[in-house]
């Protein structure tokens, strides 16, 4: 133990209090400081060359090195202009959370290990099964994220609904906008390709209802068992909804599980403005909802929550010779009985912290903005002739592209949005990646971080449409037409 001697953590002492304060300062002055740094490049050389030394060396050193090599010079998910995938919300409270309970590092697989964080997670999970609108008996497990969550909850499907001599026949439906972690948690499962039957979307990106009530009949006529519907609450690409209440009747009327991905769109059961689109999702067997997109929170915090409880204990509880002292619950029902991980962080504790700072109100508030900016986008976007809104603003994401007048080739089209997207993020002023939707590149905004101000948006889309990429191809039509 001799490099943790008392010297040394008189070292570590006075480096993470000079952290404390360029941590703060980091996010004070985010919004200065560009969304991709472009010096990455020499930061990685230098790490490129380090190993493992053989002996300990002076944590000042190593700290500096640390922030210099690894912390800075990365994109920043959680800068107010980083528009593109899902940013991060990730407020300092969070990150507070993050240190506390990594200083005391509970384990939170069992509540005889971590008895208040056990109560802490079982309160949030009722509280997130409440706003679900989920019966008595309903619970959950936090998880490292929606993937995790999406597999977790496909497993109790598959194990409820599925008896094992009938697994190769399964079918599970998911649509073209349904989110990649779910056929990979069905790949490791156990399904195969062709068990996953991919249902078409309608005009706004929602699950055809009536093609899924066709394939569902079609497929048991074959002999097939058709076992599960996945539907999305706020698909990654453009926020869109499946309509949830007319999945469920059918999920209810075949004997099929319902699940739903809110891993993204779930916070928005948090307003009462937003949460009417999500109507229906109390018919869900199992809810993914992560927490670290839009509920302010550092990486890795979600829930996946089900109906009944019951369901998780069936697939994942064990209990080893080696575990029987440390069995506590009254109920017998620990939180390594409902889910995969044994070890775990305490996931529930930032996200305490954070709402105990917030309120709930002040979540709910940062939804409708989010919401807010993206509406506004779209109307600011729609007075601009050549943009072209291709998905409306749902739930904070808006997708549109430049088609500049006279130029119908789909490739010239998707290669001028190309750029335009390529060269706003490489001037650090804001990041805005393309996406394809009905094969069609195209911009697309996530607008939730809820420091994002009107000016942002409306210097944003200004700085679209100055673009070099842009103005060139407009200015190409000006001469043909002239
Ligand atoms: C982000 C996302 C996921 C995956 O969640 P991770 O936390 O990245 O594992 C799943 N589904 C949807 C709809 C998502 O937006």
Redesign the pocket.
């Known amino acids: 133990m001799n490099s943790v001697s008392k010297g040394r953590n008189e070292g570590i002492k006075s480096v993470m209090k000079d952290f404390v304060e360029r941590a703060v300062n980091l996010y004070e002055n985010m919004r200065d400081q560009p969304v991709c740094p472009s010096a990455r490049e020499d930061a990685l050389e230098l790490l490129r060359e380090r190993q493992v030394p053989q002996e300990g060396r002076p944590i000042e050193e190593v700290f500096e090195e640390m922030l210099q090599e690894v912390y800075s010079g990365a994109p920043l998910a959680q800068h107010p202009r980083n528009f593109s995938c ?1 940013p991060s919300t990730a407020s300092l409270f969070s990150w507070m959370g993050d240190v506390m309970t990594g200083a005391f590092n509970p384990h939170a697989g069992c509540r005889s290990n971590a008895p208040a964080a056990g109560m802490i997670e079982e309160k949030l999970i009722r509280w997130m099964c409440g706003l679900a609108g989920y019966p008595k008996g309903s619970g959950g497990v936090f998880v ?7 597999l977790t909850a496909l497993t109790a499907a598959r194990d409820l609904k599925l008896p094992f001599s009938e697994r190769s026949r399964g079918v599970v439906y998911v649509t073209d906008q349904t ?1 990649s ?2 056929s990979k948690g069905l790949h490791i499962i156990g399904f195969d390709r062709q068990q996953i039957h991919i249902v078409p979307t309608d005009g706004a990106f929602r699950m055809n209802v009536s093609a899924l009530k066709e394939a569902v009949r079609k497929d048991r006529a074959a002999g097939k068992k058709p076992f599960a519907v996945v539907a ?1 609450a ?3 690409n453009t926020g869109s909804v499946d309509p949830l209440r007319e999945i469920g009747l059918l999920c209810r009327e075949y004997n099929m599980w319902m699940h739903v ?5 779930a916070s928005a059961l948090l307003s009462k403005r937003q949460r009417k689109l999500l109507s229906g999702i109390e018919l869900s067997d199992s809810l ?1 909802w ?1 927490a ?2 839009w509920m302010m929170q550092t990486y ?1 915090c ?1 829930v996946v929550l089900v109906r009944r409880q019951s369901d998780l204990l069936r697939s994942f509880s064990a209990h080893p010779e080696y575990l029987k002292d440390a069995e506590y619950a009254e109920d017998g029902t620990e939180f390594w009985d409902l889910g995969p991980e044994l070890t775990r962080p305490a996931r529930s504790l930032k996200l305490w912290l954070t709402l105990q700072a917030v309120g709930s109100l002040g979540m709910e508030r940062m939804i409708d903005h989010g919401c807010a900016m993206a509406e506004l986008a779209e109307r600011v976007l729609r007075t601009y002739p050549g943009w072209e809104i291709v998905s409306s603003a749902s739930l904070g994401i808006v997708n549109f592209r430049y088609v500049p007048f006279g130029i119908s080739s789909e490739s010239h089209l998707n290669r001028i949005n190309q750029e335009i997207a390529r060269e706003i993020t490489a001037s650090g002023y804001a990041q805005v990646f393309t996406t394809e939707l009905q094969g069609k590149k195209v911009l697309r905004m996530c607008t939730i971080h809820p420091q994002i101000t009107e000016e942002d948006i409306h210097n944003t889309i200004e700085r679209l449409r100055q673009s070099e990429a842009a103005r060139r191809a407009g200015r190409q039509l000006d001469k043909t037409a002239s």
């Open positions: 899902v490292s994220g929606g993937s995790m969550a999406n989110h972690s779910v999305s706020g698909s990654t991905d809110g891993a993204f769109g993914s992560d670290h997109k890795s979600s």
